[in-house]
């Protein structure tokens, strides 16, 4: 590695890690000292990744306002250094940190709006699929339907929320002022994906994210059904089922069906 090479690599380790071992080979300018230029740099490459991070999560940044969030983004950029060339993927560790990290974590409502606005992201960028529809249903005898397995599209995907962040995401993405952070009884289910170009996500009742989840784990319909059973009233179970069955594929949740041989 050529001395001009290693020089560059130690400048980008500084910037990225905190190091300051590059300073010794630095020089201080007429007005400013060389701790102070270099902070520059450093500053401004953490300003870039805050600006990606606001950018990713539109609605946090309503929610926490432009002081607060920089200060978030900032302690987030320090802990988490860039390691991929993609800006899209920088803060995918963002609820995490908000969920552990002080002081942050004595607010869920942040790590859970986080984790919202990070499913919704990834839906969308998620690959494409078929999609299976009401006709393709059809093409089943009625007598395979208990074996019938499903394949859910690449763009759903389940999320579980201790607080009303939905309710929160909901009423700022409407202009609206939005409700006081609240921790719910029971988690709010959420079904989070990609209709068309669009990605979108609706609240489940217990039931229903419990048939889905063992669905997406390649349950048959027909132990669905019976695990339903379990939940309300057994008479209804397999009409409940097929309504369940029926939402999700107008709604272009599901990519493909296939008995269990």
């Not at 002081?103 to 990834?122: F, G, I, Q, T």
């Not at 609240?203 to 349950?219: F, P, Q, S, T, V």
Request: net charge negative; proline share 5%.
């Amino acid at each position: 590695m050529s001395d001009l090479a290693r020089q560059q690599a130690d400048f980008q380790r500084g910037i990225l890690s905190g190091d300051d071992t590059v300073l010794a080979e630095l020089c201080d300018s007429d007005k400013e000292k060389r701790q102070t230029l270099y902070g520059v740099y450093r500053y401004a490459y953490g300003s870039r990744l805050v600006e990606a991070m606001r950018n990713e999560h539109e609605l946090l940044h309503a929610y926490l306002g432009d002081e607060m969030f920089d200060a978030m983004g900032h302690a987030y950029v320090k802990a988490h250094p860039s390691e991929h060339p993609n800006l899209r993927w920088f803060s995918r560790a963002l609820p995490e940190f908000l969920r552990s990290a002080a002081p942050y974590r004595d607010h869920p409502v942040l790590s859970d709006l986080a984790a919202l606005e990070k499913a919704l992201n990834d839906a969308f960028d998620s690959e494409d699929g078929d999609v299976l529809g009401l006709t393709d249903m059809a093409a089943f005898a009625p007598e395979v339907w208990n074996d019938l397995r499903f394949r859910p599209h690449p763009t759903a995907a389940r999320l579980d929320l201790a607080t009303n962040a939905a309710a929160i995401w909901m009423a700022l993405k409407n202009d609206e002022t939005p409700p006081d952070a609240a921790t719910l009884e029971q988690p709010s289910r959420l079904l989070v994906w990609r209709q068309d170009n669009t990605p979108m996500f609706r609240e489940l009742a217990a039931e229903e994210a419990m048939m889905w989840d063992e669905a997406a784990n390649g349950i048959p319909f027909g132990v669905l059904c019976s695990m339903l059973a379990t939940y309300d009233d057994p008479d209804g179970a397999a009409a409940r089922g097929a309504t369940y069955l029926h939402g999700w594929i107008t709604s272009g949740l599901l990519t493909d069906a296939a008995t269990s041989d």
